[in-house]
């Protein structure tokens, strides 16, 4: 069992920045690939980003590469999400993820393990 909880979600400026954090619990963080989704009102949650295990790999939604960046941190079982040049689309709630399958591409909600139980970003123009 993993419980996630996410932190930093805020109301920011167009063009600010933010970072999301995702502390997990138990001794099994670092066998996870760890993502980041997120739910915009009245639509579909979405991949954000993902990295593996050790870190050394990452994927992005066409949508934030470049201004998004995941990266995690084994010995504090945290996953971080570095947002960037902040958009009002980015305004949703984003959740933290844990699956055990990788892709270079996206990650399907339907892989997911374990969620947390999501933050709130407000981006105003």
């Known amino acids: 069992q993993v419980q996630l909880v996410e932190s930093g979600g805020d109301l920011v400026q167009a063009g600010g920045s933010l970072r999301l954090s995702c502390a997990a619990s138990?001794?099994?963080?670092?066998?996870?690939?760890m993502d980041w989704f997120r739910q915009a009102p009245g639509k579909e949650r979405e991949f954000v980003a993902a990295?593996?295990?050790?870190?050394?790999?990452?994927s992005y939604a066409d949508s934030v590469k470049g201004r998004f960046t995941i990266s995690r941190d084994n010995a504090k079982n945290t996953v971080y999400l570095q947002m960037n040049s902040l958009k009002p689309e980015d305004t949703a709630i984003y959740y933290c993820?844990?699956?055990?399958?990788?892709?270079?591409?996206?990650?399907?909600?339907?892989?997911?393990?374990?969620w947390g139980q999501g933050t709130q970003v407000t981006v105003s123009s």
């Open positions: 138990g001794r099994t963080f670092s066998t996870y690939v």
């Open positions: 993820a844990a699956n055990r399958r990788w892709s270079p591409t996206t990650i399907a909600t339907g892989w997911v393990d374990y």
């Open positions: 990295i593996t295990w050790s870190g050394g790999t990452t």
